[in-house]
C-alpha cells in the first residue's frame, strides 16, 4: 500500500518548458517531504525538501509547492534542460521515525532539446 | 566528499543461493538503509540500522535480513534468492538529526535466475 502517491510516472518536456511531478499523501504525522533525483547508473541524491509550515519553497529553477489541507506537494522544474532528465522521487517522514523515508513511485523526466 | 560504496554493481545468481550484498559508508553515520528499486513501485524500505548490531524491520523484510557488525559496514542478505527478488538494491546512510539527508550508494542490480 502506497503511502505517497506520485504521478505522472513518465513526463516529456520541450527544453525551456516547465516540469511539474506530483505527490499526495494520507498521514498527517508526515513532517518533512524532499524530493529526489536519480540520473541513470547512480542512486538518488537530494534535490530539494520542504517542511509543512511554508507553502513554498524554492532553490533556483526547483520549486516545491506544498497544500496542507489537500495533503499535496510537487515539484516544478521551470526552464527546464535535458540535463534535468532523470528520475524524481517524492517522499515523507513521519517525526517519529527517524531518517526512515517513504518514497514515492517515481517520475522519469525526458527533456527533449 | 561522502560516500556509500556498494560492493558489486550487477550481480547474477541462482534460485536458492544464498546473497550477500555489501555495503559500506566512510561518513561516521550512525543510520543506514537498505531499499529496493523496482520500476513504478519506487524505492521500497526492506530494513534499517540506527547503531551497530541494531536493526528493524521496513516494509518488505520478507526473505531478507542484515547485519551490522561495524558502524561503517551494512550487510544485506538474501538467505535463499527467488526469482521475485530480481531487483536493483540501494543502500544508503544518513546521519542523525532534524534534517536527515539520505545518501545513496549506485545500486547493485541483482538478477536471479
Known amino acids: 500500500q502506497q503511502q505517497v502517491k506520485q504521478s505522472p510516472q513518465s513526463l516529456i518536456v520541450q527544453k525551456g518548458g516547465i516540469s511539474i511531478i506530483n505527490c499526495a499523501y494520507e498521514?498527517?504525522?508526515?513532517?518533512?517531504f524532499p524530493w529526489y533525483q536519480q540520473f541513470p547508473g547512480k542512486g538518488p541524491a537530494l534535490l530539494i525538501a520542504i517542511r509543512p509550515d511554508v507553502s513554498e519553497k524554492k532553490e533556483g529553477r526547483f520549486t516545491i509547492s506544498f497544500n496542507k489541507s489537500a495533503k499535496q506537494f510537487s515539484l516544478h522544474i521551470m526552464d527546464s534542460q535535458p540535463g534535468d532528465s532523470a528520475t524524481y522521487f517524492c517522499a515523507a517522514r513521519k517525526k517519529t521515525s527517524g531518517s526512515r523515508l517513504t518514497f514515492g513511485e517515481g517520475t522519469q523526466l525526458t527533456v527533449n532539446p | 566528499d561522502v560516500k556509500v560504496t556498494q560492493s558489486s554493481r550487477y550481480l547474477v545468481k541462482r534460485t536458492g543461493e544464498k546473497v550477500f550484498l555489501e555495503c559500506v559508508q566512510d561518513?561516521?553515520?550512525?543510520?543506514m538503509f537498505w531499499y529496493r528499486q523496482d520500476p513504478g513501485l519506487g524505492l521500497r524500505l526492506i530494513y534499517f540500522?540506527?547503531?551497530?548490531?541494531?536493526?528493524e524491520k521496513g516494509d518488505i523484510p520478507e526473505g531478507y535480513s542484515v547485519s551490522r557488525e561495524k558502524k561503517e559496514r551494512f550487510s544485506l542478505i538474501l538467505e535463499s534468492a527467488s526469482t521475485n527478488q530480481t531487483s536493483m538494491y540501494l543502500c544508503a546512510s544518513a546521519t542523525t538529526g532534524t534534517n536527515e539527508k539520505l545518501f545513496f550508494g549506485s545500486g547493485t542490480q541483482l538478477s536471479v535466475l
Open positions: 561518513m561516521d553515520h550512525e543510520n
Open positions: 498521514n498527517t504525522a508526515f513532517d518533512y
Open positions: 540500522s540506527y547503531d551497530v548490531k541494531m536493526k
